[in-house]
Every structure is written in C-alpha cells, then in structure tokens.
C-alpha cells in the first residue's frame, strides 16, 4: 500500500539557517509527489510538485527513486516559512483518478 | 472568481445530531475530496468523487456520507456526531483526478461535537 511518512513532526529553526523537511514514500508504480503548505489562518495550497523541477519561494525538492525520498529544501529560511507543510503522494488509482495519500505534516517554526 | 468556499466556518454541534457540511466549487472540476486534519494525524481522507453521480470512500469513511448530485457541490453529512469527529474538515478539488493534477482547498470548516 501507498504511504507518505514525515518523520518530523515539529522543525524549529532561526532565521538564515538551512532547512530540510523530510519526506519518504512507499510506491509500487511511479510516483508522483508535491508539497502542500497552510500558512496560519489561510488554506493550504500547492507549493511545489516534483514534476515541474521548479524553485518556489526558494523551496526546491528532488525526487529520489533510490532512497524513496522526496525532501523539501531551502538554503536559507525566513519568519515568513514558518507554517505546516505537507508531503503528498498521487495514488493509488481508482474508478479512473488518483487518491491522494498526505503525509501527517511537519510544522516548521522559524525563530528570528 | 470564489474558487472552493465550505460552509459554515465553525459550528458547535451537540453529539447525536445530524449536520450538513456544505462544499461548493466553481472551477468546474471533476473530481472533489473531503479530509479531516487532526493535530498530529496530518490530513486524513473521508470520501471522494470522482466525477458527478460517483463516490468513494476513503481512509475514514466511518460515520460519513457524501453525494455528489452535480459538478459544483460535495456535501458532507455526519448522521449522528460523536465527540471523536471533532476535527477541521477541508473540501478540495482536482481538475480530473488525474496524477499530476493539484489540489485546490477550500477555507476549512472547524467542527466542535459536544
């Protein structure tokens, strides 16, 4: 079965510090991952997905086949990063779509 | 354009009654999600739509009804309430389900069963 683990349930860091929150999967096709982020008092939304190789707001996140990992990367971190993100999985297939699978979230708090 | 809007925003809900949580998109998307989100559960799916008069269950379906009568609406009614289904619960769109399609949430609903 599809499963999305974030190990870390709280990342406390200071302002300009590197930031690594972690994400693994357990997939039996190919993947597809994204990275969703609720900013206090506002909806989550869709920060990155794997497929689009993009940076979005200095977030980049690689997939790795071999370790099954999908971790979410900022060199540098601000106040303004600090909300709950979520790693999520594309499967499995059903009735012609794809149910979605979520991590259980890692709070980042970034301390000035 | 409003996007996902859920309704109400907060309720406060005595334990056996029944209540209605009100899902509507305009994005004309095909297939719509409910979740809960519990502090340290992360988001948890209830049920699923994939297309208008189709429904599915997900990884919490117990004590949760949907329908999905056309594209724009995706109720979600709780039969009886039970303190354990005191939760924030989010609606969301995709355009079709599809693998690489995002999700589009709706503002939450945060839910109190007494």
């Known amino acids: 079965a599809q499963r999305v683990t974030q190990p870390e349930k709280l990342l406390s860091v200071f302002k300009g510090a590197p930031v690594e929150l972690k994400c693994n999967y357990s997939?039996?096709?190919?993947?597809?991952l994204f990275w969703y982020v609720q900013y206090s008092r506002q909806r989550l939304q869709l920060l990155l997905r794997?497929?689009s190789r993009e940076s979005i707001k200095g977030f980049t996140a690689d997939l790795n086949k071999g370790e099954t990992s999908f971790h979410l990367k900022k060199p540098f971190a601000q106040e303004e990063d600090s909300a709950m993100y979520y790693c999520a999985l594309s499967g499995p297939e059903s009735g012609g779509s794809y149910i979605p699978t979520f991590g259980r979230g890692t709070s980042l708090i970034v301390h000035p | 354009i409003a996007g996902i809007t859920q309704a109400p925003t907060s309720q406060i809900l005595a334990a056996g009654r029944r209540m209605t949580l009100r899902c509507t998109q305009d994005?004309?998307?095909?297939?719509m999600y409910w979740y809960r989100q519990d502090l340290g559960l992360g988001l948890r799916l209830i049920h699923y739509s994939n297309t208008a008069g189709t429904t599915g269950k997900g990884e919490v379906p117990d004590g949760y009804s949907v329908s999905r009568a056309n594209t724009d609406d995706f109720p979600l009614t709780l039969a009886s309430a039970v303190p354990s289904q005191t939760s924030v619960y989010f609606c969301?769109?995709?355009?079709?389900?599809?693998?690489?399609?995002?999700?589009?949430f709706g503002p939450g609903t945060r839910l109190t069963v007494l």
């Open positions: 794997h497929i």
């Open positions: 994005m004309r998307h095909n297939a």
């Open positions: 969301a769109s995709s355009d079709a389900g599809g693998r690489s399609d995002t999700q589009y």
């Open positions: 997939y039996s096709g190919s993947p597809e």
